[in-house]
């Protein structure tokens, strides 16, 4: 295959591995900036959001609730797969920031939001619940979920940019003086 893409293409097969290598870490840190943005827009300004709609019920609004976590977070999972895949193409490896994303993430989906799912159903069946904290963790991890995608982005944008050193400057970079003129 490589053979064929340095035939029909005149550069040579490391070049074609190493322009995949840019174009993937772009894509990867665009993926993580909208899954940060996904998080932000379905799970920190929607999903309260139903709560102020004064003519849905609260049963019809933890309805709600349920389908809108479910299939953002099925959103956010493939953001993340895209992510690890657009990594490997790239050959890096996850940065600390998206790492702990990752872990946030996986912490919400097999532990936070059954406990909040069994609340959830409880208050749709009509049973009275007891106060709980489950729903300030839930926010204060979507938060912190949030800011290490956004620092995991800035941070793979940083690594695209172009290194430029300054070199020290040499007498012969200096600008020629004119004798005889002060300065």
């Known amino acids: 295959m490589m053979e064929a893409l340095t035939r029909a293409h005149p550069c040579s097969a490391s070049q074609v591995r190493s322009s995949a290598g840019p174009a ?3 894509a990867a840190a665009a993926a993580t900036m909208f899954w940060a943005g996904a998080a932000v827009s379905g799970n920190l300004i929607a ?3 139903k709560f102020q709609a ?3 019920s609260l049963p019809v609004a933890l309805e709600v609730g349920r389908m809108q976590f ?5 959103a956010e999972a493939i953001c993340l797969l895209a992510i690890l895949l657009l990594l490997t193409a790239a050959r890096r490896w996850p940065s600390w ?3 702990a994303a990752t872990a946030v993430f996986a912490l919400q989906r097999l532990w936070l939001l059954p406990l909040l799912d069994i609340r959830t159903l409880a208050v749709i069946a009509g049973t009275q619940v007891e106060e709980s904290s489950l729903h300030i963790v839930y926010v204060a991890a979507e938060i912190l979920k949030t800011v290490c995608l956004v620092w995991a982005g800035t941070l793979s944008l940083r690594f ?3 290194q430029t ?3 020290p400057a040499s007498k012969s970079d200096q600008p020629l003086k004119p004798k005889g003129i002060p300065q």
Do not use: E, T
């Open 24 to 26: 993937a870490s772009q």
């Open 47 to 49: 999903a309260p959001a």
């Open 54 to 56: 004064p003519s849905l």
């Open 70 to 74: 479910l299939w953002i977070g099925v």
């Open 97 to 99: 920031p998206l790492l």
């Open 160 to 162: 695209l940019q172009p």
């Open 165 to 167: 050193r300054q070199k």
